[in-house]
């Protein structure tokens, strides 16, 4: 079966400090790969997206990622950290058809 | 903004009484999507719908079900509600539009089974 790993269940970095959030993917050469970010209390907002071209890629607010296709990642970075970016992140995959598969997600805590 | 709204936002119920719960769209997607948030598990998809009347099950369906007897409208329903089934519940849109398959998600509604 399809699957999305997220290996840290949560990750603290301080505020300025660069970020980087790891996500492995199961099957599929070029597969559909997705980030999304969760505030508390809210729904996922879409972070970035990747099919295919340029294995970096750069989404909304100051974040990028990487598709690494030799190591089945595609990691999620930022350069600096604000406080404002303290939330949940998922990964995800679709699956080859119209259904999408999420990793457990990060929870990201951000220290002053 | 894709035009997501979830009814009601929060509710409480109590064991065996059924819920329903609503999922609206205003952009005439094609597919739509009912999702459960639990700690540690991420999303998974309960059910998902590819048109009107149009449905199939996902990866945790036991003890629900779902209908769509219009584009705009996707609903949810707990025949007979258990406490396993308090969660949040995310409804999503799979946007028509683009070539990537992005969904795009509703606000949620916690649902508490006491």
């Known amino acids: 079966a399809q699957s999305v790993t997220q290996p840290d269940i949560h990750i603290t970095v301080s505020e300025g400090a660069s970020l980087e959030l790891r996500c492995n993917y199961s099957y599929g050469a070029t597969p559909y790969l997705f980030w999304y970010v969760q505030s508390p209390g809210q729904g996922l907002q879409l972070l970035l997206k990747?099919?295919?071209?340029?294995?970096l890629v750069q989404g909304i607010k100051g974040f990028e990622a990487e598709f690494k296709r030799s190591q089945s990642s595609f990691n999620l970075r930022k350069p600096s950290v604000h406080w404002s970016d303290a939330a949940e992140y998922f990964c995800a995959k679709n699956t080859g058809g119209f259904k999408t598969i999420f990793g457990a997600g990060t929870r990201l805590f951000v220290k002053a | 903004d894709a035009g997501i709204t979830q009814s009601p936002r929060h509710k409480v119920t109590e064991t065996g009484t059924p819920v329903t719960l609503r999922c609206h769209q205003t952009?005439?997607?094609?597919?739509m999507y009912w999702y459960r948030q639990d700690p540690g598990h991420g999303l998974r998809l309960i059910h998902y719908s590819y048109g009107v009347k149009d449905t199939d099950k996902g990866e945790v369906s036991d003890g629900y079900s779902v209908s769509r007897s219009k584009t705009e409208d996707f609903l949810l329903t707990l025949e007979s509600a258990t406490s396993s089934q308090t969660s949040v519940y995310f409804c999503?849109?799979?946007?028509?539009?683009?070539?990537?398959?992005?969904?795009?998600f509703g606000p949620g509604t916690r649902l508490t089974v006491l």
């Open positions: 999503a849109i799979r946007d028509r539009d683009s070539a990537y398959n992005e969904q795009f």
């Open positions: 990747y099919f295919s071209g340029d294995t």
């Open positions: 952009e005439n997607h094609r597919y």
